[in-house]
């Protein structure tokens, strides 16, 4: 244990602070500024949009197998070292993207294969697991500040990875000026600290400060385990899978419109500024609702909130398959964001809630691979079959059944009642 007095300063705001940093550089500036890079890049290779969407769908899949492996090491080892491992790999993925990529099979290994060990390691798994370490009461307000961090810079890395490219000629200047947003959130991560109980401090502030909180609120109307569930236990309760479908049901729509979205309305008429702007309002709706809907979230059931957030993303996503005019899609896209950041705090909230934050980790690596490798599929055969077909409708049919789904899990997810506690 640190020699950090009891009465110190609680030190997870600033950690919070940090995170926001790391998730703005790292992640943000990273993986929404794929959205401008990709097409631009096999525009120019000539590569089929099949063939090179393989590389989004092994990131995923390689990204869930890994998840298990993470838990495991920041059980171990910490958060901290687990995101600057991370960053450190996606950064040297990145500079080889920008200088050494000429083939197809350049883009797989590396988009596809070394870089999803570094958004593994150094990505939403260490941090949602750091914030819920220093933070219970506080906590969906804690993941909306950090999780807006993603969205703004995804917002900003689009103009400016466009402006780039177009200045200087080339999609390489992309992936370098994604490089160094990496590097500097690697930098960053080395101000990081892993545990409140690794410095004499507790979840949600110094001791008296918890304990004077805890006398002048009354009790929580937030549900919140009383236990830390065991995996093979959660495993057995429907909350669980309904939670699974329910993350699945966020992420494979955003990975269609993270891919394929710019080409969708670029076929569907629209002009590529269009296109990209549409997809910005998507970028932009989703960093503006991650705070708000963090806050509601420490004060209303999480999973009221879900229900209500995926019906809105139902919605919109059908008005973006069919994208009847530029106002139409201008309304439709921020909600689609909202509906999709608010999600994004919401569901690792019922996590931790529902199950314990010591055992968000391990769950969390349980949930990530069934996750993330169904939401893999969605890049490479949404790809395939506007090759075949000439058209991204099936995809958006069996995405939108998908979400409809969820919003009926949203509602049955109730929490689930561990054996130690025994029911009247």
């Known amino acids: 244990m640190s020699a950090v007095p009891e009465n110190a300063r609680f030190y997870g705001w600033s950690n919070l602070r940090i995170l926001f940093g790391i998730y703005f550089l790292g992640m943000g500036m990273v993986f929404y500024g794929f959205n ?3 097409p631009e890049m096999i525009t120019t290779m000539g590569w089929s949009r099949g063939d090179a969407s393989w590389a989004q769908s092994m990131r995923g899949i390689l990204i869930g197998i890994s998840a298990p492996l993470v838990a495991i090491f920041i059980n171990r080892y910490g958060t901290r070292r687990s995101i600057i491992l991370g960053l450190s790999i996606l950064t ?10 000429t083939e197809l099979w350049h883009w797989l290994v590396l988009w596809g294969l070394l870089m999803p060990i570094g958004f593994a390691f150094g990505g939403v798994l260490p941090i949602q697991t750091n914030i819920s370490y220093w933070f219970n009461a506080k906590r969906s307000m804690a993941l909306g500040i950090v999780m807006t961090a993603a969205g703004a810079g995804g917002f900003i890395a689009q103009p400016l990875y466009a402006w780039l490219m177009e200045e200087y000629g080339s999609w390489q200047f992309g992936w370098l000026a994604a490089g160094f947003c990496a590097l500097a959130a690697t930098l960053l991560a080395f101000l990081l600290k892993s545990r409140p109980e690794d410095y004499d401090q507790v979840p949600d502030g110094t001791r008296e400060q918890v304990i004077k909180d805890s006398t002048n609120k009354g009790p929580s109307k937030i549900y919140q ?5 065991k995996l093979a236990d959660a495993i057995r309760t429907p909350a669980l899978w309904f939670i699974i479908i329910i993350l699945i049901a966020q992420i494979m729509p955003l990975y269609m419109l993270s891919v394929h979205g710019v080409f969708h309305l670029r076929d569907s008429g629209f002009e590529r500024m269009q296109a990209a702007s549409i997809i910005s309002f998507v970028i932009a709706g989703s960093a503006v609702a991650r705070f708000p809907i963090g806050w509601l979230g420490d004060r209303i059931e999480p999973r009221y909130i879900l229900t209500i957030l995926h019906t809105a993303l ?3 996503f059908i008005v973006i398959w069919k994208a009847p005019s530029i106002t139409a899609l201008i309304i439709a896209a921020p909600i689609f964001g909202v509906a999709f950041g608010g999600g994004v705090v919401m569901a690792p909230s019922l996590v931790a809630n529902y199950f314990g934050r010591e055992s968000f980790a391990t769950i969390n690596g349980f949930i990530f691979p069934v996750q993330i490798i169904f939401a893999s599929t969605v890049p490479v055969g949404a ?5 075949q077909t000439g058209s991204y409708d099936w995809a958006f049919i069996v995405l939108s059944g998908i979400i409809a789904v969820a919003v009926v899990c949203s509602i049955l997810a109730s929490p689930p009642v561990p054996k130690e506690i025994p029911t009247d």
């Open 36 to 38: 401008v890079i990709f």
């Open 314 to 316: 139902l919605i919109t």
């Open 92 to 101: 040297l993925g990145l500079f080889l993207l920008g200088t050494i990529t």
């Open 225 to 229: 385990s009383a236990v830390s569930w």
């Open 383 to 387: 790809g395939y079959l506007v090759d």
